[in-house]
């Protein structure tokens, strides 16, 4: 599976939209983007998921460039409880085996 | 809907004792995870089952681990003898079959603390 590159920390005001990148490089054409994040303390929480298209949920956006070398996860409007560790992962997906690789992450701080 | 059930929630024990760690998963979820989380070594899966069945047990770091899914419902994680190095969360994650393989839901938890 594409390993994926995080930035290790950052910061946003509440109420403002945190854009969380994440590079994918080697990703190949069979290849999912997910999203998932981590409170402190509490099992990690699927976010989003795509393959090739932006896509958009009730938590947050992932856009995907053309090439689908990176992606960014888009919070519009961070609160408090979205400070977590979040988590880019590449994984297979479809109806193959959905082994996961957790990296170290991001950790998204949302200040007042 | 419960979401996926561990217990216990946390557990002390002394090295050389047996642990077992119990996961129920999401009614209808054909796949279950069993995953342990460190400072050092962050998240690593240590066994993957579909249908009850173990498809990949290449993450388990030694024999004195062993996990079970005896039905679709329920599943253990078993160390025997503990050591200190085990002391970590282990997180149980189940998902669904079909092209939603990779969206994994995850219980709370267990932490072990071993003495």
């Known amino acids: 599976d594409a390993k994926t590159t995080q930035p290790p920390s950052m910061d946003c005001a509440e109420g403002r939209a945190a854009n969380l990148p994440c590079n994918h490089s080697?990703?190949?054409?069979?290849?999912?983007v997910y999203w998932y994040r981590q409170i402190h303390s509490q099992g990690p929480q699927y976010i989003i998921h795509?393959?090739?298209n932006n896509e958009t949920n009730e938590m947050a956006s992932l856009i995907i460039t053309e090439d689908r070398k990176s992606s960014t996860l888009i919070l519009p409007h961070a609160t408090l409880r979205d400070t977590a560790v979040y988590y880019c992962i590449v994984g297979r997906g479809g109806t193959s085996y959905g082994k996961l690789t957790f990296g170290q992450g991001t950790i998204l701080t949302v200040h007042p | 809907d419960a979401g996926v059930i561990q217990s216990p929630r946390h557990e002390v024990t002394e090295m050389g004792q047996e642990v077992t760690l119990r996961c129920k998963p999401i009614?209808?979820?054909?796949?279950l995870f069993w995953y342990r989380q460190t400072m050092m070594r962050g998240l690593e899966l240590l066994i993957y089952?579909?249908?009850?069945?173990?498809?990949?047990d290449s993450g388990m770091p030694e024999d004195r681990f062993s996990a079970k899914m005896p039905n679709a419902s329920f599943s253990t994680l078993k160390i025997q003898p503990s050591e200190p190095r085990d002391s970590a969360v282990y997180f149980c994650?189940?998902?669904?079959?079909?092209?939603?393989?990779?969206?994994?839901?995850f219980g709370p938890g267990t932490r072990l603390t071993v003495l």
């Open positions: 089952f579909n249908n009850n069945v173990p498809i990949d």
């Open positions: 795509g393959l090739k």
């Open positions: 994650a189940s998902s669904p079959s079909g092209p939603s393989t990779d969206t994994q839901y």
């Open positions: 009614s209808g979820h054909n796949s």
């Open positions: 080697t990703i190949s054409g069979n290849e999912y």
